[in-house]
Every structure is written in structure tokens, then in C-alpha cells.
């Protein structure tokens, strides 16, 4: 059986000299629906309609350059040997912590720059966020990347997947996790948690920062299981550390703000201050 098996075809279709592949397509979409959904809640939370199209006219450039960058950086051994390689983007190689490094960034100087407050910007594209990471995943699906360990197909069977998927990782002779599956589940489960959390009107920057901790605690685990980890040192995980790293700050931060009174304003507040 696992003879016939064929991966699905990363490519989507060619039009001439320009190829387009699945991974662009998901990504693009994954971008899209966030769009859609920070544009509808930001204009309910009294923000003008443009704005988060104006700020991913800046944060989606800084990010592809910035998860680049955080890439080539622990992988220097190869790319100072090769440094023609490093504008190869098109051959992988992006780091989703990088880009999320820049889009902050990003964000925070935007916010200045509208005399707004990043907090607000930041609570409405949480759920956003956290929706196009669990759909970029399914790029990563695409190209048969971002799995775990060896496992057996019946291993795979019996956590009741669909056979598309279970075939898909059959890659070169050996079954894999799908920790791409893993790692989207948990980012889908995240953005209905902070959907559900509109409702509670938590305090200005904690939708935010629940974000943070929920999407760095799923990181955490299922990079334990990724075969293809950055790696700090020889036993340490890029991903891990800053997963970690990430859950103490964000949870440092809602403590210093709450005690220190820069957290008053609620999420359903109308002002824009």
C-alpha cells in the first residue's frame, strides 16, 4: 500500500514562468480572514476602518524580512559558507518567532506614529493572529514539513485522521507526527478562547498577553516533537526557550500593569486613547 502513495502536489498551478504554490495560497489566506476579522471588531471597538490594512502594509514585509533574518541567524554556520542562499526565501526557511518579533515591533511604532495605544490595537488582532497561524500551518502540511518523529501508520490510524492526511505524512518511506496538525489544533482552540474572552472584558493588554501564553505553551510542547528545531545549543530548542521566555514575560507584564494601575481600561472600552 504505502508504495502507492503519493504526496499531494505542492504546487497549485503555473502560469508561464511563475509558479504558485499551496504554502503562498494558505498563507494568503490565513492573512485575508485575519484581516477581515481585526477590520470588523476594530471599527466596533471605535478604530477607523483603514487601519489595520494600513498597518500589514508595513508588519507583512517586516515580518517575512524579520523571520528571514531570526532564521539565518541559527543557521550561520551554513549561511556564512553560502551567503548568496540567504535571499533564497523561496527555498524555506522562515522562523514564525521572527515574524512575530517584527510585526510587534511594527506595531508599536504604527501605534506611536497614530498617537494610539498599542494595547487596544494589539487585544483586537489577538484572536486575528492566532487564526492565521493555525491556517498557515496547512502550508506547512502542503510541503510535507514542521512533522515530528517516526511513527507507524497505525499509530496515525488510531488517532481516527482522515487518510489524506495520514498519507501526507508518508514521506520518504516513513510515517511522521503531524505536528503541523498538532500545532493548528491548538491555535484553533485559541482563537475561540479569546473570542469567548470579548465577552469577559478583560483589562486593556490581557487578550493580548493570554495569547501570548496560550500559543507559547502549545509551542512548547509540540516543538518537542519537531525533527527540524533551531537549536540554541546542541540539546537546546530556539522555539522552546523563547516559548518559555515568552509565558514569564507576558505573565510578568499583566502583574506590573495591574499593580502599577496601566491596565484601568477594558477591552470593550469605545475610547480610542
Same mark, same amino acid.
Given at each position: 500500500?504505502?508504495?502507492?502513495?503519493?504526496?499531494?502536489?505542492?504546487?497549485?498551478?503555473?502560469?508561464?514562468?511563475?509558479?504558485v504554490h499551496w504554502y503562498g =495560497?494558505? /498563507?494568503?489566506?490565513? %492573512?485575508?480572514?485575519?484581516?477581515?476579522? *481585526?477590520?470588523?471588531?476594530?471599527? #466596533? &471597538?471605535? !478604530?477607523?476602518?483603514?487601519?489595520?490594512?494600513?498597518?500589514?502594509?508595513?508588519?507583512?514585509?517586516?515580518?517575512?524580512?524579520?523571520?528571514?533574518?531570526?532564521?539565518?541567524?541559527?543557521?550561520?554556520?551554513?549561511?556564512?559558507?553560502?551567503?548568496?542562499?540567504?535571499?533564497?526565501?523561496?527555498?524555506?526557511? =522562515?522562523? /514564525?518567532?521572527?515574524? %512575530?518579533?517584527?510585526?510587534?515591533?511594527? *506595531?508599536?511604532?504604527?501605534?506611536? #506614529? &497614530?498617537? !494610539?495605544?498599542?494595547?487596544?490595537?494589539?487585544?483586537?488582532?489577538?484572536?486575528?493572529?492566532?487564526?492565521?497561524?493555525?491556517?498557515?500551518?496547512?502550508?506547512?502540511?502542503?510541503?510535507?514539513?514542521?512533522?515530528?518523529?517516526?511513527?507507524?501508520?497505525?499509530?496515525?490510524?488510531?488517532?481516527?485522521?482522515?487518510?489524506? /492526511?495520514?498519507?501526507?505524512?508518508?514521506?520518504?518511506g516513513t510515517y511522521y507526527h503531524?505536528?503541523?496538525?498538532?500545532?493548528?489544533?491548538?491555535?484553533?482552540?485559541?482563537?475561540?478562547?479569546?473570542?469567548?474572552?470579548?465577552?469577559?472584558?478583560?483589562?486593556?493588554?490581557?487578550?493580548?498577553?493570554?495569547?501570548?501564553?496560550?500559543?507559547?505553551?502549545?509551542?512548547?510542547?509540540?516543538?518537542?516533537?519537531?525533527?527540524?528545531?533551531?537549536?540554541?545549543?546542541?540539546?537546546?530548542?530556539?522555539?522552546?526557550?523563547?516559548?518559555?521566555?515568552?509565558?514569564?514575560?507576558?505573565?510578568?507584564?499583566?502583574?506590573?500593569?495591574r499593580t502599577k494601575g496601566h491596565?484601568?481600561?477594558?477591552?470593550?472600552?469605545?475610547?480610542?486613547?
Open positions: 500500500m504505502e508504495e502507492n502513495i503519493q504526496p499531494l502536489d505542492p504546487i497549485a498551478f503555473s502560469l508561464g514562468p511563475i509558479t =495560497i494558505i /498563507i494568503g489566506l490565513g %492573512l485575508a480572514l485575519a484581516l477581515i476579522i *481585526a477590520m470588523r471588531e476594530g471599527e #466596533k &471597538r471605535g !478604530l477607523q476602518k483603514d487601519l489595520f490594512p494600513d498597518l500589514m502594509l508595513w508588519a507583512i514585509p517586516i515580518a517575512i524580512i524579520s523571520a528571514r533574518l531570526y532564521y539565518v541567524i541559527f543557521e550561520w554556520d551554513y549561511y556564512v559558507q553560502n551567503p548568496g542562499d540567504i535571499i533564497k526565501i523561496w527555498n524555506g526557511g =522562515i522562523a /514564525i518567532h521572527g515574524a %512575530l518579533i517584527g510585526s510587534v515591533v511594527t *506595531a508599536y511604532i504604527f501605534a506611536k #506614529k &497614530r498617537n !494610539l495605544s498599542f494595547w487596544k490595537i494589539a487585544d483586537i488582532a489577538a484572536p486575528s493572529i492566532i487564526l492565521g497561524q493555525a491556517i498557515g500551518r496547512w502550508g506547512n502540511f502542503m510541503n510535507q514539513e514542521a512533522h515530528g518523529e517516526e511513527v507507524t501508520r497505525s499509530f496515525l490510524e488510531g488517532l481516527h485522521l482522515p487518510d489524506f /492526511i495520514i498519507n501526507q505524512m508518508y514521506i520518504n503531524p505536528t503541523f496538525l498538532y500545532e493548528s489544533v491548538w491555535n484553533f482552540l485559541g482563537f475561540i478562547l479569546l473570542i469567548l474572552l470579548r465577552r469577559v472584558n478583560l483589562r486593556r493588554g490581557e487578550m493580548f498577553l493570554t495569547y501570548v501564553i496560550w500559543y507559547s505553551v502549545g509551542r512548547f510542547f509540540v516543538e518537542g516533537m519537531r525533527t527540524d528545531s533551531l537549536m540554541l545549543t546542541e540539546s537546546l530548542r530556539m522555539a522552546q526557550t523563547i516559548s518559555i521566555a515568552l509565558i514569564i514575560g507576558a505573565i510578568a507584564i499583566l502583574i506590573y500593569r491596565a484601568r481600561e477594558r477591552y470593550l472600552d469605545q475610547s480610542v486613547s
